[in-house]
């Protein structure tokens, strides 16, 4: 059975150019609870960390670099099916093959500013949630 949280969060570009408020908008109005929310900004190790499945490939240096670029709004979002929900909320990784309507369609620059991330998987939202909140963190 699908699990009910997912992991998102609002990538610098998106912060940078005032759309955090829209997409949370966005997010809340599409049923998404927020579960755990903040605003930080990671370092280039860290966010190496967060992405170290990508290690090997060809875009991790630049995605890293990017990702500590600037503030980020991590989030733990609460609903049924919430990781295939929000994957279509947010559209392909490629903004320029995002659905319109899309958040990414919407805000997104490039590949790597593509405004937000989302969780792949249960097991990875579980993973990557615990990576920026605590459980007393969560509502
Ligand atoms: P995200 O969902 O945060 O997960 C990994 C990120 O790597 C992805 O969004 C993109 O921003 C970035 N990226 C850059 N180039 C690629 C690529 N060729 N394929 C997938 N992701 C890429």
Same mark, same amino acid.
Do not use: W
């Given at each position: 059975? *699908?699990?009910?949280?997912?992991? /998102? +969060?609002? %990538?610098? #570009?998106?912060?940078?150019?005032?759309? =955090? !408020? *829209?997409?949370?908008?966005?997010?809340?109005?599409?049923?998404?609870? $927020?579960?755990? +929310? %903040?605003?930080?900004?990671? /370092?280039?190790?860290?966010? !190496?960390?967060?992405?170290?499945?990508?290690?090997?490939?060809?875009?991790?240096?630049?995605?890293? *670099?990017?990702? =500590?670029? !600037?503030?980020?709004?991590? +989030?733990?979002?609460?609903?049924?099916?919430?990781?295939? #929900? @929000?994957? %279509?909320? $947010? !559209? *392909?990784?490629?903004?320029?093959?995002?659905?319109?309507? /899309?958040?990414?369609?919407?805000?997104?620059?490039?590949?790597?500013?593509?405004?937000?991330?989302? &969780? #792949? =998987?249960?097991?990875?939202?579980?993973?990557?949630? &615990? @990576?920026?909140? &605590?459980? @007393?963190?969560? @509502?």
């Amino acid at each position: 059975m *699908a699990g009910n949280r997912t992991f /998102t +969060m609002i %990538k610098p #570009d998106a912060v940078g150019a005032g759309n =955090s !408020g *829209a997409i949370i908008k966005m997010i809340e109005e599409a049923g998404f609870r $927020i579960v755990a +929310m %903040k605003k930080t900004q990671l /370092t280039k190790e860290r966010a !190496g960390q967060f992405y170290e499945v990508h290690k090997a490939r060809p875009f991790y240096n630049d995605l890293t *670099a990017y990702m =500590s670029s !600037g503030f980020i709004i991590p +989030m733990i979002l609460e609903k049924d099916n919430a990781v295939e #929900d @929000f994957r %279509k909320l $947010i !559209g *392909a990784t490629d903004p320029a093959k995002a659905e319109k309507g /899309t958040i990414r369609n919407l805000f997104a620059k490039s590949i790597d500013a593509n405004a937000i991330h989302g &969780s #792949d =998987s249960d097991e990875n939202a579980a993973i990557e949630g &615990s @990576f920026f909140f &605590s459980k @007393f963190e969560q @509502f």
